[in-house]
């Protein structure tokens, strides 16, 4: 008996021993556990964070790319506004000569032109003188005052005009002008029982037949707004120049032409 129950203690005390390790083992194996689940939480939230870092560099390396585009075209307009600033010193250095020219030139135009209207038109000239000579103006107005007496020159070949003034050659008499753009001026007497067309190869006045007077005498009510516009059948003022087919097809003479 003595020994069956020395056995049967060391049994207890082997059991208790054996119960003792497995929850020791298994104390370690949770906290193990534990451990490796701590480490997969901080490996997934340092795979979040890297994913983050990722679409965030990415972000920056769009904007910073974004930037390069924003900041060339900035540069190549920075490039072309200096560009600009240069190339307007230099026109505001060549500007008075060239108004000058510009002035220079019409005069010309109206002294060579059919005379209508002269005393006015080469007043306006000499106004343009006068006011490039203007210390106080801008060079912006003295260039919009110089080109809208040349729009107003164009302007005149383009249109058909009446009035009454002297004759041209003879201030004495008072007569009604018809015009027709630049190619053709005309008068007839208040009574309409005369007139001519200026030649300008003769610089005079050629006298108008009884058709033509017809014709004239037309123009004045189609100018006057009295009849409805029509063809007129006068002569020119200017002679035109007719080519052959040869000399059209020539570079030379297109060249001269344009």
Avoid at 218 to 231: C, E, M, S, T, V
């Amino acid at each position: 008996m003595a020994l069956l129950m020395g056995v049967s203690a060391t049994v207890c005390a082997q059991q208790t021993s054996l119960r003792d390790a497995s929850a020791q083992a298994q104390q370690e194996q949770a906290a193990l556990q534990d451990k490796i689940d701590a480490a997969d939480d901080e490996t997934r939230e340092l795979l979040t964070r890297l994913r983050d870092a990722r679409r965030e560099a990415s972000r920056l390396e769009r904007y910073n790319d974004e930037l390069a585009r924003r900041n060339q075209a900035q540069q190549a307009l920075i490039e072309k506004r200096r560009e600009a600033i240069d190339q307007l010193s230099v026109t505001r250095e060549a500007l008075p000569g060239q108004l000058r020219d510009m002035v220079s030139q019409l005069r010309t135009l109206i002294e060579a032109d059919l005379p209508f209207l002269r005393e006015e038109r080469l007043a306006r000239v000499e106004s343009l003188d006068a006011m490039l000579d203007d210390s106080e103006m801008s060079a912006g107005d003295k260039l919009d005052r110089v080109l809208s007496a040349w729009r107003t020159e164009l302007d005149y070949g383009r249109e058909m005009d009446a009035w009454q003034g002297p004759l041209v050659g003879d201030d004495d008499r008072q007569v009604d002008y018809l015009r027709v753009g630049r190619i053709g001026l005309y008068y007839t007497t208040p009574d309409g029982r005369s007139g001519g067309v200026w030649r300008a190869d003769a610089q005079e006045w050629q006298s108008l037949e009884d058709d033509a007077l017809d014709e004239l005498r037309k123009g004045l009510r189609i100018a006057h707004d009295q009849r409805a516009p029509a063809l007129l059948d006068l002569p020119v003022s200017v002679a035109v120049e007719t080519q052959s087919a040869d000399d059209a097809n020539s570079p030379a003479e297109d060249e001269e032409s344009s």
